[in-house]
C-alpha cells in the first residue's frame, strides 16, 4: 500500500535500471515478434535537449506510456519518471516493479480517504459513505444524514473534527514527498510524464490541474503529446503487444512564460494540490489545464478526440483508487 512512509523511501534516478530491463528484455522482443509493433513518433526535435520538461500525454490504455518510453530510450533521449496512480501499490509486486521503473505515485484525496477507511475497517466504502467523506474532506461539512459506516469510522478517528485536522496533515505530508519527487526527476535529468485526464479514457476527456500546478511550482514547461494506436496494440490489462500501429505525435513546448501559459503564470510561492493553492489561483491552473488539453486533441488522430462533452468513457467510482 502506499504510504507516507514508502513515498519518502522513493527515489527517481538517471538511467532507471528497471526501464532498461523492460526495454531491453521485454518490449524489444514484443515489439517484433511474433505481431509486430510499428511505434512512430513525429516531432521529436520539439522535445529540449538544454532542460527537462513536464510532458504532457493522453491516456488511451493501461501501457500508452511504454511504447513511448521505448523510443525515446532508443533514439537516446532522456527518461521519463511517469505519473501512476496510488491504487498500483496495493499489490507489493507491482509497487516492487513500480518502485524500479522511475515512477512517481499521485495520492489523489479519494485514494487517501479510501485506504485510511480501509485501515480502520478492513473493507472499502461503498459510495454513500465515500461521498460522506469526501465531502468532509472538501468542504468541511458532515453530511446530514450521515451514513452509519461514515459515522463509525469518524468515531474511530476521534470524530469528524479530529479526522480532518489528521487527514489534511498527512495529506500535506504526502504532497510534499510527491513535490521531492517530481523536483528529483527533473535535476537528475528525467523528463516528467502526465496524463492529465487522470483515468484511462480512449476519447480525450477534461484534463485535472495538477500538471498545471507541478509545473508552475518547479517552474518547468510543458510538452503536450498525442498518442493514436495504443489501445489496439494494447486492448486488455496483459501487458504484451497484439501488434500494430502507433503513433505519438509530440508538440512544440509550451513554455510557462510564453505566449499560451504567459498570461497564466503563477510568481507567488505555493503548494501544489494543496486547497490553499487552488482558492488562490484556480483560475490560473484551469486556464492553463484548458490549453494543454486542446494542444493533445490536436495532435491525436479523430477517433481520440474530445467527445461533445469532454467526458471520459474510463475507469469510474471506487475502483479509480483501489
Not at 261 to 282: M, S, W, Y
Not at 290 to 312: C, G, K, N, W
Request: glycine share 8%; net charge neutral; aromatic share 10%.
Amino acid at each position: 500500500m502506499l504510504d507516507l512512509e514508502r513515498l519518502k523511501r522513493m527515489r527517481i534516478h538517471r538511467r532507471p535500471l528497471g526501464q532498461l530491463v523492460v526495454a531491453n528484455v521485454g518490449l524489444a522482443i514484443d515489439y517484433r515478434f511474433p505481431r509486430r509493433t510499428r511505434i512512430d513518433v513525429e516531432g521529436a526535435d520539439n522535445l529540449p535537449r538544454d532542460r527537462r520538461v513536464f510532458i504532457a500525454m493522453n491516456h488511451t490504455d493501461a501501457y500508452n506510456y511504454w511504447p513511448l518510453q521505448y523510443a525515446m530510450y532508443r533514439r537516446g533521449l532522456p527518461f521519463t519518471a511517469t505519473w501512476v496512480k496510488g491504487k498500483y501499490y496495493e499489490n507489493e509486486a507491482m509497487a516492487w516493479f513500480m518502485d524500479h521503473t522511475n515512477n512517481i505515485p499521485l495520492p489523489s484525496r479519494g485514494y487517501v480517504i479510501t485506504t485510511e477507511f480501509r485501515k480502520a475497517t478492513g473493507e472499502r466504502p461503498d459510495m454513500p459513505t465515500y461521498r460522506a467523506l469526501r465531502t468532509l474532506v472538501d468542504l468541511g461539512e458532515v453530511a446530514d444524514p450521515l451514513p452509519d459506516a461514515a459515522a463509525r469510522f469518524l468515531t474511530t478517528r476521534g470524530g469528524a473534527t479530529t479526522f480532518l485536522e489528521a487527514f489534511d496533515r498527512l495529506f500535506d505530508q504526502m504532497i510534499d514527498e510527491i513535490v521531492r519527487l517530481n523536483r528529483e526527476a527533473l535535476e537528475v535529468g528525467c523528463n516528467v510524464l502526465v496524463f492529465p485526464q487522470g483515468t484511462r479514457s480512449k476519447r480525450l476527456s477534461k484534463g485535472h490541474t495538477g500538471l498545471a500546478q507541478m509545473s508552475q511550482a518547479l517552474g518547468a514547461d510543458i510538452v503536450p503529446v498525442g498518442c493514436s494506436g495504443s489501445d489496439h496494440c494494447y486492448p486488455t490489462m496483459r501487458p504484451f503487444s497484439r501488434g500494430g500501429h502507433i503513433t505519438y505525435r509530440i508538440g512544440a513546448p509550451l513554455r510557462l512564460d510564453g505566449p499560451e501559459l504567459g498570461p497564466h503564470r503563477v510568481t507567488q510561492p505555493f503548494r501544489p494540490l494543496d486547497k490553499a493553492a487552488t482558492e488562490a489561483h484556480g483560475p490560473a491552473f484551469e486556464a492553463i489545464t484548458h490549453t494543454v488539453m486542446q494542444a493533445i486533441d490536436a495532435l491525436v488522430d479523430p477517433e481520440y478526440r474530445f467527445a461533445a462533452d469532454q467526458s471520459s468513457d474510463g475507469v469510474q467510482g471506487i475502483d479509480r483508487f483501489v
